[in-house]
């Protein structure tokens, strides 16, 4: 069974950059449809970005230019490089891992069986 584990989280300024890391333990991660969600206080959890085992990746329009997902298939690390950070990126961030192939339906947190515990961003104005 995948263990999932992110760090990298921090406070940083608006416009400022983090680099948000994933490492896995017990699993492949090149095997695995791997997602960033978020969760702001009193927010629902939302996707951010997925990565697909082919190493195509997606990202919510919000995010697109600004952040980018890729793979460390010898790391067995996933990472997600945030740029131009705003206000509104704060939030708890999670990975998570799918067994399955998500094309359209990437973004759907119950098609993902394994989580980490979160790091959190924080972004001042």
């Known amino acids: 069974q995948v263990q999932l584990v992110e760090s990298g989280g921090g406070l940083v300024q608006d416009g400022g950059s983090l680099r948000l890391s994933c490492a896995a333990s017990g699993g492949t991660l090149s095997s695995y449809t791997m997602g960033w969600f978020r969760q702001a206080p009193g927010k629902e959890r939302e996707p951010v970005a997925a990565?697909?085992?082919?190493?195509?990746?997606t990202y919510i329009d919000s995010v697109k230019d600004r952040f980018t997902m890729s793979r460390d298939n010898a790391k067995n690390t996933v990472s997600l490089q945030m740029n131009s950070l705003k206000p509104e990126d704060t939030a708890v961030y999670y990975c998570a891992a799918s067994t399955a192939y998500l094309i359209t339906n990437w973004g759907i947190p119950e098609k993902y069986g394994y989580w980490g515990q979160g790091t959190q961003v924080t972004v001042s104005s």
């Open positions: 990565i697909r085992r082919s190493g195509g990746s």
